[in-house]
């Protein structure tokens, strides 16, 4: 039953595995690894791993204060990765890269600085945040968080039942009291891919700015920070076959000058005394302290390397590989999807529940026949309301993954429901 | 690899799944709890209802429930009320520390049947370290509800005395 | 001239110095590095890379929300870094221990959260916060920005004229006032160690809570947190021999319940609706998003590669090389230290002015030579301005550093000052 | 080494450390500016003088300033009041546009003695990454202070106009 090609699979999957080397790994049983949670984070190639590693071994130094052969070199790497971030996206100057943590410090970010920002960008009493229900907590709880603090209100579009934003009620919604639209480009949960140029021009009809959380975006489309007209936009390395420690935050220039720094410290001034201090321009405004020098140089191989495939290629893959899994659940009785039928609507990213078996259980019957899934509210707990469920099995794919790899999830299913003995 | 499963999902654990014992939420009761695991959502509401013995002693004289969660969730809950139910929570403390231990063993601690009867069933979950915080969502809640329900009580009885 | 055996250095350095693969490095030249710039950030051993790599290669996943086998191996290796780090310092519990991405954001995450503080641990108008004159911006920007925000007062120990804090107002700065001492263990620019625990004992006697920079302290000195009783404590992962991207925070679990969270996110929160969020405890409470999980768990092979050789050995080591420098330094004419001159009152940073030469050029010249030295205010622009010099040449000895590479700095320094004519 | 050594700390420039042209802060200026090397420290305060020719254009007709700095920092100051002082602002402009090529081409840049002068000797340092700031931040102080100037200026003229 196993099919070797479906029309936008990637050319040359089986070399281009063997840049992974965590996909060799065989699990308990001597089961080989399927690796079905890259929704959560990505594997990584061996020239991310062998770039950190060159760099700790050859050149490790500190960056910008030191001036030795190997700060120079080491400053020289990180400055070249904001350049590799800045093209990857397509960011108008490099100056709007931040590097932060991971994607919800780079929310985080904006959340906090319009806290404590002064004037036009200030928000208080009467003003208002929208976000939508199928946000990750990362893209929630800070505007819960800011809205609280000030005194301003949250609200959110809802979702329709086949997985999509509602946006009967945009007018409604986006007012002229909107001073925030925060929203996913693709849900994590629902795999739903919202039409983020479209709202990004309602908002700012109304003079609101635009924060997408591009998490699940920026590892299988096209990300374009430019055409998508948004103001803020969010990722974080290890989704994109970058390391854990490194999150990227874009911002239009205009607004990172008006916002007030973030965190305080070394690398962000311009000048200290005990009385007061200045600080310096983005992105090193935002950046204090040692920045994570080595992750954003192994950030900097990994956009290179996903580049180098192509963004459109790794597109049309996922949706191939995603046509094919929704394929394979339709066969397995008892199988519901949440969100999208239509893997054009959608990212590689399907949850789904099996009737009569909790996903605890479905994810630990499949991990004992190493097909790795995550199982629970993946951070996305309004969205299962939404939807009456408490937690979902999700199984998200990537560049990687093999039309083989979804036959033994389906198979795994099979073996699931004999075992509990339901359907 | 169906040995390891089997060892995770004995039968007894899955009967007290189909068939979970003590379900639902009852009156009277001292204190009521709800439970989370942050990490996958599992949920559970629990209430205690203790009384005093002859000799004084606090007895554990009902343990009601709802929990929606996994079969190893689910199951420890109920087997939890088989063996904390009718029994001082002094005794019932001790079964609770076993239990704990016996999840924290990394699977080498030999479970007493005499102390945990039915939770013996569960020794195979502490060789899954994801599935542990499964298996005390239920006495964590019965825990602290019952640690609630005793200061309720010495409170009241301080006021009455 | 070159020593080899000095009283207090490490036995079998040469060994030790193999397993720091970049100290085979040649710079320009051919000259051999002779890395003398640990203060800013120290070389990593090979355990530390290895350990780093075998998990990208072998166990890569995410953490706590991931059930399969490889998110259960990378859990239990994150959370046996916490365990690590917790007995490092001796924390009481290993919830106390908050993983963060430096050392600036551990400061950062308690001066923000004491900013949106309510109850006894709020911080407003008539309150006092005390800092010193020799912090690293790190440990005074954060201060600034709360007391600023927060209208309240901050206040600073000044310096006595060799280096060492001037306690002789203790009683005017540290009085009911008083809700935060913040300072640093020991200085990065000029070595002195601070008597921690004394300002600690006193600044509880008034009720304030007290934060303890370690950044410079934890690389070279045993650091147990309850021996010195303070309340927050912080150092950062790239100056012990760790990665960058990671940090360490930690505090007594009665002030952590107390405080709000940092950043809102994936991994902080118990339960969220669109409306409401609850949080977790710490250390996740304060820990938003994926966390550094590669950097943590090279932090934790770091601190247990430090502890093998014993913190005692290497502070020892670091006196050794210490003294040495400052005794090689007195043999070159016109270099006045910064900082106290007795190697027992100092940690192994040595900052300096050499008469005619600008630091920039003392480096530069050093660098020409394969010296690695780092010039500037060293992130301590207030102490710098104290002793009236605008920059400083700073030397930082670590465990590996040999006798003989001081000699090669000493050399490099005569050599600068034929090269530019003086003295 | 030394060669690299004596690109860089050209006698051209060690002249320059040792004396610097035009150094100090003169009377009467249209825009003073204080900029900072945050790396460093380095520090410069600048002030600019501008008058109009016979034609009409704007002419630097004084540069004076007061700078702390490394030999290179201070050396590149004192050839910039050199190359900017008399000449008009537009002609001047261009040899702030050589002078940053030449540093930021990594030593691929030929200068053109024709309009960087005593400058040419700065290329060297475009092979010291870390030195380009201490070079660029008397120009880029200049440029900034020349700008407000300017603006100054051109409001003064429409306001007397
Ligand atoms: C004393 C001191 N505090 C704080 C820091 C900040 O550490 P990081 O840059 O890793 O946040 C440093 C080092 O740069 C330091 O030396
Ligand atoms: C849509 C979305 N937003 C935000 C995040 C948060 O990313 P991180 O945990 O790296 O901060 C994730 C992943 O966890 C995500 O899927």
């Known amino acids: 039953m196993t099919v070797t090609q479906l029309p936008g699979l990637l050319d040359g999957l089986a070399i281009l595995r063997a840049d992974f080397p965590i996909l060799n790994r065989r699990l308990a049983g001597d089961w ?178 635009v924060v997408v959380d591009a998490s699940q975006a920026a590892p299988q489309l096209p990300v374009d920070v430019v055409a998508s007209g948004v103001d803020f936009l969010a990722f974080t390395g290890h989704k994109v076959t970058g390391p854990t420690g490194i999150g990227v935050l874009w911002g239009r220039t205009e607004l990172l000058d008006q916002l007030p720094p973030f965190l305080g410290g070394g690398e962000m001034i311009e000048t200290v005394t005990m009385a007061k201090s200045t600080f310096a321009k983005a992105p090193h405004k935002f950046e204090a302290g040692t920045p994570p020098i080595i992750e954003a140089i192994g950030l900097g191989a990994a956009v290179d390397y996903l580049s180098e495939i192509g963004l459109d290629r790794i597109h049309a893959h996922e949706q191939a590989i995603t046509g094919y899994l929704l394929e394979g659940l339709a066969t397995v009785g008892g199988v519901t999807v949440l969100g999208p039928r239509n893997p054009v609507e959608r990212g590689g990213a399907v949850a789904f529940e099996l009737a009569g078996v909790h996903p605890h259980d479905v994810a630990q019957l499949l991990d004992s026949r190493g097909v790795a899934v995550r199982a629970g509210h993946h951070c996305a707990k309004p969205a299962h309301l939404r939807y009456g469920v408490q937690s979902s099995t999700r199984a998200s794919s990537y560049l990687y993954t093999t039309p083989a790899e979804i036959d033994a999830l389906i198979e795994g299913l099979a073996f699931t429901k004999t075992y509990f003995k339901v359907g | 690899m169906s040995t390891d499963l089997d060892s995770l999902y004995q039968e007894i654990i899955l009967d007290h799944y189909r068939s979970p014992h003590h379900a639902g939420l009852r009156e009277p009761f001292e204190a009521q709890v709800h439970h989370v695991n942050p990490t996958c959502g599992d949920e559970i509401t629990l209430r205690v209802h203790l009384s005093t013995d002859a000799a004084g002693d606090d007895i554990v004289s009902d343990v009601s429930y709802d929990a929606q969660g996994c079969s190893i969730s689910q199951a420890a809950a109920s087997v939890m009320t088989d063996l904390v139910i009718g029994k001082p929570v002094a005794e019932a403390m001790k079964a609770h520390e076993a239990f704990l231990e016996l999840m924290q063993g990394r699977g080498s601690v030999e479970p007493d049947e005499e102390v945990l009867e039915d939770g013996v069933a569960f020794a195979g979950v502490a060789k899954f370290p994801a599935r542990i915080k499964c298996a005390l969502l239920g006495w964590m809640a019965w825990k602290d509800a019952t640690v609630q329900a005793t200061v309720v009580e010495h409170v009241e009885t301080e006021e009455t005395a």
């Not at chain 1, 120079?72 to 093209?87: G, Q």
């Not at chain 1, 100056?95 to 036009?120: C, Q, R």
């Not at chain 1, 949250?154 to 007012?175: A, K, M, Q, V």
Request: overall charge negative; glycine content about 6%.
């Open chain 1, 32 to 209: 080989p690894l399927v690796y079905l949670d890259s929704a959560n984070t990505s594997q990584k190639p061996q020239i991310v791993i062998d770039t950190m590693v060159d760099h700790l071994e050859r050149r490790n130094a500190n960056v910008a204060r030191a001036m030795h052969q190997l700060g120079a070199e080491s400053s020289e790497a990180f400055e070249a990765a904001r350049d590799k971030v800045a093209r990857f996206i397509n960011a108008p100057s490099r100056d709007e890269v931040i590097f932060t943590k991971n994607a919800s410090e780079a929310l985080n970010l904006v959340a906090n600085t319009l806290a404590w920002a002064e004037g036009p960008l200030a928000i208080g009493p009467g003003d208002r945040v929208v976000i939508t229900e199928m946000e990750h907590h990362s893209n929630i709880v800070p505007w819960q968080l800011l809205t609280e603090r000030k005194g301003a209100d949250l609200r959110w579009f809802g979702l329709t039942d086949d997985g999509h934003l509602d946006l009967s009620n945009i007018d409604e919604l986006i007012t002229p009291a909107t001073k925030v639209v925060a929203l996913t480009w693709v849900s994590n949960m629902l795999g739903t891919i919202n039409p983020v140029a479209e709202i990004a021009r309602r908002a700012h009809e109304v003079g609101a700015i």
